[in-house]
Every structure is written in structure tokens, then in C-alpha cells.
């Protein structure tokens, strides 16, 4: 006999089975975290500092499982860009971007897909035409930076002796 009353062997059974629970609950967030990381190209575990552990607790051992291998890793913006260059020459809309990157199995914010298109748009690799509609630019359409003409020397002020 192990001298523990049936109602604490109950308790701690009950508390065992909880923290398993929670446990379990942890490991599929890091998950998320590990999967959602890598697709803006971040190694969260390149950023983890076990340093900070005090040194009388050893570091717990992480075990999360690899992110999912349906889902290339690439970025939230590459795939928004490739999702409008399948498109070329007709246009996409956010919303449309959005649950073609859910049926991959990511989830963004709803905002998410606008930004990315608004920032390749000022990378002159999206063009959008009126509010909603935007449209891939082949690398040869795309405009080249003109070089900059006739600028001012700083020292001379004009009207100035």
C-alpha cells in the first residue's frame, strides 16, 4: 500500500490528467507559432535564449513537431505574389488571395493580404486598378529608377550673394 487516501490519489490523478491536458494544449500552440514564424522567414528557435533559465531549473526540452510539409516554406508575400503572377494578365482581389492562402492551410490577419499587396505595389511588382483590383507586373513592364537630374549643390542658396 502506498499510504495515500483514495480521495488524494483521486486529486492528484485528476491534477495529472489536467496538466497533461494543458500540456498538450502548449505543444499544438508552438505549433502554430513554429509554422507561423517561418512563413515571414523568422527561425524562432535561432531566437530562443535558454540563457535565461535560472540555473537551478533545467531547461525544459521542446518538443514540438515540424511544421506541416503541404505548405512549401515561403512567405506570406512570395505567395501573394505567385497567386497573382497564376493570375497574369487578369486581376486578384484580396479577399480571393486570402482564402486561396486558407486552403493551404494559413491564416492571416484580415488585413494581411492588403498590406502585402499595398508594399508590392511600392516594389512596382503589383499595380492596382481602382480600390480592389490588382494585377501582376512582368519583371520587363516593371519601371526602372530614372537617374536623378540636375540637382542643386547643398551650399548654393538660390537668391542668395
Not at 132 to 158: H, I, K, L, M, N
Amino acid at each position: 500500500m502506498c499510504g495515500w487516501p483514495p480521495a488524494c490519489k483521486d486529486f492528484r490523478r485528476d491534477q495529472i490528467t489536467a496538466l497533461e491536458a494543458e500540456q498538450q494544449h502548449i505543444s499544438v500552440q508552438a505549433q502554430k507559432c513554429h509554422a507561423t514564424a517561418e512563413l515571414f522567414g523568422f527561425d524562432l528557435l535561432a531566437e530562443c535564449v535558454l540563457d535565461t533559465v535560472p540555473a537551478r531549473a533545467p531547461a525544459p526540452a521542446v518538443t514540438t513537431p515540424p511544421p506541416p510539409t503541404s505548405v512549401p516554406a515561403k512567405t506570406v508575400k512570395d505567395h501573394v505574389r505567385d497567386i497573382a503572377q497564376q493570375a497574369h494578365p487578369n486581376s486578384v482581389r484580396a479577399s480571393q488571395i486570402r482564402k486561396q492562402l486558407e486552403g493551404f492551410g494559413i491564416v492571416v490577419h484580415e488585413k494581411t493580404v492588403g498590406t502585402t499587396l499595398y508594399r508590392l505595389s511600392r516594389e512596382h511588382v503589383i499595380r492596382r486598378e481602382g480600390k480592389a483590383d490588382w494585377f501582376f507586373v512582368p519583371e520587363g513592364e516593371r519601371p526602372t529608377a530614372a537617374a536623378p537630374q540636375g540637382e542643386e549643390s547643398p551650399g548654393v542658396s538660390p537668391g542668395c550673394c
